[in-house]
């Protein structure tokens, strides 16, 4: 459908909206729900029909009920429509054995309940039937009976085993009642489905290091380039022969290895410590959550400085014990806030960045913020690592005392103002993706996990996004300070080169991350045997079982009873 032509359509009134499901909403939406459609009937808006389906018991709850012209109410069947409808499919024994329920003959009534019932008839053996007393036990043997009987026909495809499917719907089904919810989406699923600790341990451990260790080797790639390559004159040649020196290459290792210690050692304390460090901020309320500064950015800001200071002083020890200590804690503490930051803004839930929106005016304000924190606390920090620079240098030479102090704090100085220079454009261009370029939820999904999928074409295109304008840039920078050692062949290269780590790093870090997160998730469940590993192929398999319908992208189970009855079931998971 175009865009222009429906949008033409509703400006035109020429639609019958039909509004399905009121009270399927949650419950303290439905009576405002109620409010902002009776909003919209007011004349001035809307003057043709409108269709609004719901259940009678929850509608007859709400103190505001909808401006409506008419209703219609569908009537459960009679006790003697139950019979004649048995009767004509054969099932007269059955209709013996319900009719002495009360709750079955009730159920009996519902449309979708009696097809249960007349579906299921040739699993059902009468005299058990008969044997069982009670209604929940009857009605618990009805739905065995309808699974296996819709389980039993054909497929065109390899079916799972039996047993597998029963305990992938019991999984699915424990899930929608625990978040108090009808309709499941593949891309909603949360870290939070994990509820075992180890699970947790290793979720956190596997996707926060491997985000780590993804944006070390980006950062790293791109910062050497920032920095030696404008100090250097950008010169291609030098370049490369510091790419290929050895001790280079086993500094290049460091940095990956130390980006892998400090994300495992970031996850793992997410996993142990995260939710008491948010339990306790919430508990005392001492953190708005609009503000830029939420409950999650200052969980991961302390996690990243105990983080960062634990995986320093592993690696200062290596070097020596004074110097290699001191740097190493510096380091560690630097890039633990620094890196705590950005898992910050990428946060704990799995948002998928399903159609990117822009903001000029949260562009702006993400930039200036950048710059800021990107410049005054390393400056601060250059002046504390020069000042203890400059003491360390001159113990042993107390006639120069002064002068080692003053050369360690200019030193410390110039560090801070240079590395804040380049972290302050690198995180003012984070913020600025952050606010600036934001994500919103495709409000009608039609193909299953559609918002993972969406979130891997935007990851693409926002990369590519980013390399065109940041190569153009870092071309024309290196063309006016080029030393006469570069060729204009080399420059280009070193401009592609740059670029594409900058896409790739704000590519990911903005649509990439959710996906990554998804995917490791996904195995872990997997793993422990909760879902298939082809899920979507498995819920439209049970869509055509007759055991889900499918909305849209989402699945819901056919009946709430039969949800209920799934998730009752209990069986040995890995």
Excluded at 54 to 75: H, K, M, V
Excluded at 536 to 549: G, H, I, P, V
């Amino acid at each position: 459908m175009r865009k222009d032509i429906a949008k033409q359509w509703i400006n035109n009134q020429e639609i019958l909206p039909i509004l399905d499901g009121l009270d399927e909403l949650a419950a303290e939406r439905q009576e405002l729900c109620v409010q902002k459609i009776n909003d919209f009937l007011r004349p001035e808006n809307w003057i043709n029909p409108l269709v609004i389906c719901s259940r009678t018991e929850e509608y007859q709850r709400y103190q505001t009920l909808l401006q409506l012209n008419n209703s219609l109410e569908l009537c459960p069947f009679t006790s003697q429509q139950v019979r004649k409808y048995l009767q004509k499919t054969d099932n007269v024994d059955l209709w013996d054995s319900i009719s002495q329920d009360e709750n079955l003959t009730e159920l009996a009534k519902t449309p979708l309940l009696l097809n249960i019932i007349v579906l299921s008839a040739q699993e059902i053996s009468v005299p058990t039937w008969q044997s069982i007393k009670s209604s929940k036990e009857r009605l618990a043997y009805l739905f065995d009976a309808y699974i296996h009987r819709m389980l039993k026909g054909h497929y065109k495809d390899k079916q799972p085993q039996h047993k597998n499917i029963k305990l992938w719907l019991s999984w699915l089904a424990q899930v929608l009642i625990e978040e108090k919810s009808t309709e499941f989406l593949i891309e909603r699923m949360q870290p939070d489905l994990l509820k075992k600790k180890f699970d947790k341990i290793i979720y956190n451990l596997i996707a926060w290091g491997v985000i780590q260790w993804l944006f070390s080797g980006l950062i790293l790639g791109l910062v050497d380039g920032l920095i030696f390559g404008l100090v250097d004159g950008f010169s291609f040649e030098l370049i490369n022969r510091r790419m290929l020196t050895p001790g280079l290459v086993d500094g290049l290792i460091l940095v990956l290895v130390f980006g892998l210690v400090l994300g495992l050692i970031l996850g793992l304390m997410n996993a142990l410590i995260g939710k008491q460090i948010v339990d306790k901020f919430q508990r005392n309320a001492l953190i708005n959550s609009q503000r830029f500064f939420n409950i999650t950015i200052i969980k991961w800001l302390i996690l990243g400085l105990i983080s960062g200071l634990f995986a320093g002083l592993i690696a200062g020890l290596i070097p020596g014990l004074i110097d290699g200590l001191f740097s190493g804690l510096f380091d560690g503490m630097f890039v633990g806030l620094i890196f705590g930051l950005i898992f910050g803004l990428i946060g704990d839930k799995i948002e998928a960045i399903e159609t990117l929106k822009f903001s000029f005016h949260k562009t702006l304000r993400g930039l200036i913020l950048g710059l800021i924190w990107g410049m005054v606390p390393l400056l601060i920090f250059g002046l504390i690592f020069g000042l203890i620079f400059g003491l360390i240098s001159g113990m042993n030479h107390q006639e120069m005392l002064i002068n080692k102090m003053f050369y360690g704090l200019s030193y410390g100085l110039v560090l801070g103002l240079v590395l804040g220079l380049v972290l302050g454009l690198v995180l003012g261009v984070i913020f600025m993706l952050s606010y600036g370029m934001y994500g919103v939820e495709i409000e009608n999904k039609t193909i299953p996990n559609e918002g993972i999928w969406q979130a891997v074409k935007n990851t693409v295109k926002l990369s590519v996004l980013i390399f065109f304008p940041s190569t153009i840039v870092i071309f024309l920078i290196q063309l006016i300070i080029i030393s006469s050692n570069s060729s204009l062949n080399e420059v280009l290269i070193f401009s592609l080169v740059s670029g594409l780590f900058l896409g790739l790093f704000l590519g990911i870090f903005r649509s990439g991350t959710p996906v990554i997160k998804h995917f490791i998730l996904r195995i872990i469940l997997w793993s422990r045997g909760y879902i298939p590993w082809n899920y979507a192929k498995f819920l439209d398999y049970c869509t055509d079982r007759l055991l889900l319908q499918r909305v849209g992208g989402g699945y819901r189970f056919i009946h709430k009873l039969l949800q209920d009855h799934f998730a009752q079931m209990e069986f040995k998971r890995n």
